[in-house]
């Protein structure tokens, strides 16, 4: 397989650049600057990218990289950073730039094999404090802006280009053809990364690795698990047990409809603990939202591995990690790793024979298409975020059985009628919240003291930050009147108009 390698110096958009490449149909792997030579000599790769970062270059304590890089006779494409570090390495020089450049700034840009197809001048996204004053020898300059005498070079005869600005974010406007164009006439990438041949030739070597002993997979019903278990069941059929835990604390009918998904449309070993009373025992009376997070963490892995010690299998175990999970950061220090918050610690009293990860060169768009076409119903591929402890965090207050019900009603109506009106896939995340409220209302003659709902709502890119969704009026009135007549115990509904920050997207 063709593969083309991001090494990465800190940027902040360094897995967008893998994620671009590999939307061309080109495999693109992360690794830290930290990687030596050898290992990438060894891995053949296709061509190289230099991320950006947040450094100087001419700060001696800013990653670096060894200059024998440049002579493995691999294309290379430097970017911000990695524009300003080819330059360093090749003897030019690399200033503070006179004018920053920050956002949408034009480009004009020479011939270049970089730059075929695109117009002479276009809209490119720069964010630099630096800056190329002197070009090495055996560079030419084939771009700049108002304030960037360099905003381009190359050097034809090493394959070598480096660009200041930023092609892999949307606002560069021709950014796409221009990473298209270093991997297929600079590279000479053919486009091998397909998901069709990505599952045929995992499923064979899950088939391999498996042999004739089993896997043990957790399903937790989210996206990840789920093609992970569809996956495994192509592979081994039913040498696959899938342990799915239910808490209780999961949408309307959404254990039934993991359970009938699985038992009906894949071939596997399904077992449901059902264990909703032990999480309400062990959350009775308490409130403190970190307190009530700690305690479904821990009773769902104590649930989920007597389980596991149950079926007594020594056989593999299988997780749904993804790529983003994996990766090492650029960032500082060799040491430093990202935390793999999707990876699960074995207790020492469990062996297993090994740990299987089908989906650990993936991101999260990749998983979802390799769901589509494994057959996963639509709504648990395309399924929004849903936090670990379930509504639990959804519930403020004590958690009980009456609550979760309310909660889990108004909450179905709110995603029907999205659902009717198409936004179930258009808006990043909805859903109700139960504040420990109780407001005056008026039924008929009557007085009522009732609970209140709270509508949530965003639109994000990537939940670090988040807008309010402007859900249409005509839309939230029809959920408030449909909540207040089918969810009886509910007689107000309030939509929540606060961004992240200062909120978060959740509520507890
Ligand atoms: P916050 O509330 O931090 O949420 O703004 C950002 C995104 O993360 C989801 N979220 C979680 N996901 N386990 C998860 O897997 C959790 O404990 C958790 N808490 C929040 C949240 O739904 C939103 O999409």
Known sequence: ????????????????????????????????????????????YKGIIFTGGPNSVFDMSS??????????????????????????????????????????????????????????????????????????ENYEITAFTPDCPCAAMQNTKKNIYAVQFHPEVTHSQFGDQILYNFLYSVCGCKGDWVMDSFIDSTVEKLKNQIGDKNVILGLSGGVDSSVAAALLSKAVGKQLTCVFVDQGLMRKNEGDFVEKTFTSLFDMNFVRVNCGEHFLSKLKGVTDPEEKRKIIGTEFFNVFWNEIRKQNDKGFFAQGTIYPDCIESGKGDAAVIKTHHNRVNTPEDVEFLGIIEPLADLFKDEVRRVGEKLGIPRELVWRQPFPGPGLGVRIIGEITEEKIRLLQDADFVLRDEMARNGYERNMSQFFCVLPDVKTVGVMGDHRTYENLIIIRAVTTDDFMTADWARIPYDILAKVSNRITNECKGINRVVYDITSKPPATVEYE
């Open 1 to 44: 397989m063709e593969k083309i390698l991001v090494l990465d110096f800190g940027g902040q958009y360094n897995q967008l650049i893998a994620r671009r490449v590999r939307d061309h149909r080109v495999f693109a792997e992360i690794l830290p600057y930290t990687t030596d030579l050898d290992t990438i000599r060894k891995n053949k």
């Open 63 to 136: 990653p670096h990289y060894t200059r024998e890089i440049l002579d493995l006779g691999v294309p290379v494409l430097g970017i911000c950073y990695g524009c300003q570090l080819i330059a360093w390495m090749e003897n030019g020089t690399v200033s503070t730039a006179p004018v920053s450049e920050y956002g949408k700034i034009e480009l004009t840009a020479k011939k270049s094999p970089l730059f075929e197809n695109i117009p002479e001048k276009s809209i490119v996204w720069m964010s630099h404090t630096d800056y190329i004053s002197s070009v090495p």
